[in-house]
């Protein structure tokens, strides 16, 4: 979408009920819960905690594999991907880029007004 309006700042908030939980695998560190550290990373715009999570959306098999884009049809071509971008990027460009334009919202209680909005609208 920010590739298609590059004159724009696009920024996403996902609400959830839910709160941050620890990864399966330990590369972000042993009991540390990825999107507790990358909101850390937005309040505090720590390049470090960017390549951390940078390194681990790479590196880490069951990230990798939901970030792997489907293979090309011949002919076919297409933007670069999120992880093609990750694995190019530098710590700053995954703070600006990535890190800083996705708001997570955990244990929101404006899910449930998200949710009545989005119900009224299907249903009307």
Partial sequence: MQQDHAEKVITYRYLTKSGAAEEDQPSLGVGTKGLELWRQCAETRDES??????A???DD????TKLEPPQLKKGETRSQTLLEFLESASPKEV???LILRIKWDLRSEDSDVVRESVVMRVNA
Avoid: P, Y
């Avoid at 905690?49 to 940078?54: I, N, Q, S, W």
């Avoid at 098999?61 to 990798?64: G, P, V």
């Fill in 56 to 58: 681990f959306l790479v």
């Fill in 95 to 97: 703070l600006e880029k």
């Fill in 61 to 64: 098999k069951t990230a990798r």
């Fill in 49 to 54: 905690l960017a390549d951390r999570l940078r």
